[in-house]
Structure formats: C-alpha cells, structure tokens
C-alpha cells in the first residue's frame, strides 16, 4: 500500500520534515565519525567524550526550545483560523441582531448582543487595537495566518534536523565508546598501565 494514495485517494498524512534542507536557522550539523580510529588519532579520548557531550547538550536544548515554539505557532494559528471564521459569519449577519459568545480571558466567556455590524476591532498588541471593516480585516488576519505557518514550518524543519542531530550524534558517543572498549580488550592481561604524563 502507497503512503502517498490509496487507490487515488490522497493520504492526509504527510511527513513534515524534509531531510535534504538545512536548517532555516542555521543550526550547526554533527559530522558523522565513519573511522573512529582515524578520528581519534591525534585526539584524547576523554576530550572527544566532552566535546560530545557538549554537542548532545546544546542539541536537546534547541529541541526543547524549538518544540515549545512549535505549540506556541500551533495555537496561534488556530486561534487566527478561528477569528477569520467569526468574522465570516458575522459578515453573513450584517442586517441581524443575534447573539455571539466572546472569550473574555483564557477559559472565561461572555456574551454580548451584536446588532447589525459593520466592522470589527482587532487587537494588534502592545495595548493598540484597531477598528477594521470586514474585509480589511480579514486581510490583516490572513496575512498574519501565512506569516504565522511559515515560521511553524520553519520551526518544524528545524525540529526534525536538530532531532537528526542528536540521533548522530548518539551514535557517534556509541561508537567512540566501542571503540574504547574494544582497545582496552586488546591489551594484555597484567600489562603496565602508560604513565600519566
């Protein structure tokens, strides 16, 4: 079966996180160590451990960074969907008086009588609120909207390189310590330990 159809019907799942684009923010890609002899050649294995480590480190936290910033992208884009299609059906009501619930603030709501509207008023932050006909607003919304989606899919290309990350670098700590392992059997028994220089 086809994950992209089934029987010319689309799949609605898609996978969001192109793996041949680079980050859109510039994060930093981990080189895979394919020789792990070659590599630690001139290097001291606990040095190369840190800097692992480190990397691994900095990696979680662009992940937990960028996966709030992609609840916080998500929301915004529902709650933009959500007041275009208010707007939308107040604009099918201009010549009525009816009756809309309005969230007051997060998990309170009111309702208020609307008679015949002609416009709206939509706040655009730092305490400034602006009053736009439904048209405008609608464009102000929807310019926000495509605004708002492609930072959520920057965020999420990120998302998915920085998890790529962290997944190589996994395995380079794995292989480093293999590695190690694997020399320190190799060396006989009761044999003299090298002399900290």
């Known amino acids: 079966m086809s994950t992209a159809s089934t ?3 689309v799949n609605p799942y898609k996978v969001l996180y192109n793996q041949d684009i ?4 510039n994060i930093p890609t ?3 160590i394919e020789n792990v002899d070659e590599y630690l050649k001139d290097k001291e294995l606990e040095t190369v451990f840190k800097q692992l ?7 979680k936290y662009f992940e937990s960074k960028l996966t709030n910033n992609v609840s916080i992208l998500t929301n915004r884009s529902k709650q933009l969907q959500e007041t275009i299609k208010i707007i939308d059906t107040m604009e099918t009501k201009q010549e009525d008086t009816f009756t809309m619930n309005y969230e007051l603030s997060e998990g309170v709501f009111s309702s208020a009588e609307i008679s015949k509207p002609k416009s709206v008023y939509l706040w655009l ?7 736009y006909s439904f048209d405008e607003a609608k464009q102000v919304l929807a310019k926000n909207l495509s605004s708002v989606e492609k930072q959520l899919s ?7 390189f920085v998890k790529d990350q962290i997944t190589t670098t996994d395995v380079n700590v794995s292989r480093v310590y293999n590695y190690d392992v694997i020399q320190r059997r190799k060396k006989p028994v009761g044999a003299p330990k090298e002399e900290e220089k």
């Open 7 to 9: 029987e010319g019907h």
């Open 22 to 25: 680079k980050s859109a923010s």
């Open 30 to 32: 981990v080189s895979f």
């Open 53 to 59: 480590q480190e990397g691994y480190n900095k990696y």
């Open 125 to 131: 932050g730092a305490n400034i609120m602006l009053e």
């Open 154 to 160: 920057d965020t999420i290309q990120d998302l998915g």
